[in-house]
């Protein structure tokens, strides 16, 4: 069965303090028969538009098995921010743009993440939200009033609540109807209750560490999923939503 990983970090992150390989993620992939990831840089890099260049080269080394989703600040002038997801979009080929709300100490709903959401929508991309550890503004229900202004937006709620928040993220996703849940870290648990609640189509597999890659396929294969369920979850829904082939 296909296997995307929707939530992986390649190179050095100065905040979380994690330095993952090409090598690594590729052994990685081999060892857990993971087909293909999406791939973010680290949060805060010496050099962020280094950093995502290295994943657009280790995309163009290993085609079809890595996509690039971008991480920038938005605590700077919108035209430099709209210029630099631009780039990693149309120079770059990149699938999706990220908001850290932890590390960027912002909530979805503050005036300055909205330039996200506007280019996405511009671009056609999707929003990953970063939910779950650094309250109050990663809870879940925070990305109701985004997703709720932003119809056509797709967004994807990164850790869909984390191990604590998993019920908000539920609300979140059946209050609104482009909300997808990517599942690193929640229980197994609320993990089943998403897939019964929401649905497996708006549900996806992702890890966020290399190390939790194991862990995670152990989730998806204990909670008795039918092999369709486990297709949307495990392939079908992230390849819809960041539109890969």
């Not at 997703?147 to 604590?164: F, K, N, Q």
């Not at 998993?166 to 979140?172: L, Q, T």
Request: glycine share 6%.
């Amino acid at each position: 069965m296909r296997i995307v990983d929707a939530h992986m970090h390649l190179g050095e992150d100065l905040l979380f303090t994690t330095d993952d390989s090409e090598e690594v993620l590729l052994k990685s992939m081999n060892d857990h028969g993971i087909s293909a990831m999406i791939v973010q840089p680290g949060i805060v890099a010496r050099d962020q538009k280094k950093a995502h260049e290295r994943i657009q080269r280790f995309a163009e080394s290993h085609p079809g098995r890595c996509f690039g989703v971008a991480c920038f600040n938005p605590l700077m002038d919108e035209a430099a921010y709209t210029d630099l997801v631009r780039w990693t979009v149309k120079g770059l080929g990149f699938k999706g743009v990220k908001l850290h709300t932890n590390a960027f100490c912002m909530s979805p709903t503050h005036p300055a993440a909205q330039k996200i959401f506007r280019v996405a929508e511009e671009l056609d991309i999707a929003v990953m939200i970063h939910t779950g550890n650094g309250l109050p503004n990663a809870l879940p229900s925070l990305c109701i009033p985004v997703a709720r202004e932003h119809p056509r937006l797709r967004i994807v709620l990164a850790h869909a609540g984390g191990g604590t928040f998993g019920a908000d993220a539920i609300v979140a996703a059946q209050a609104c109807p482009n909300v997808y849940l990517e599942t690193s870290w929640v229980t197994s648990y609320d993990l089943a209750a998403m897939v019964k609640r929401v649905g497996e189509r708006r549900v996806m597999f992702g890890t966020d560490l290399v190390n939790n890659i194991a862990v995670e396929l152990a989730k998806y294969r204990s909670i008795g999923l039918s092999d369709t369920q486990l297709e949307w979850c495990f392939s079908r829904t992230a390849e819809s939503v960041f539109r890969i082939a």
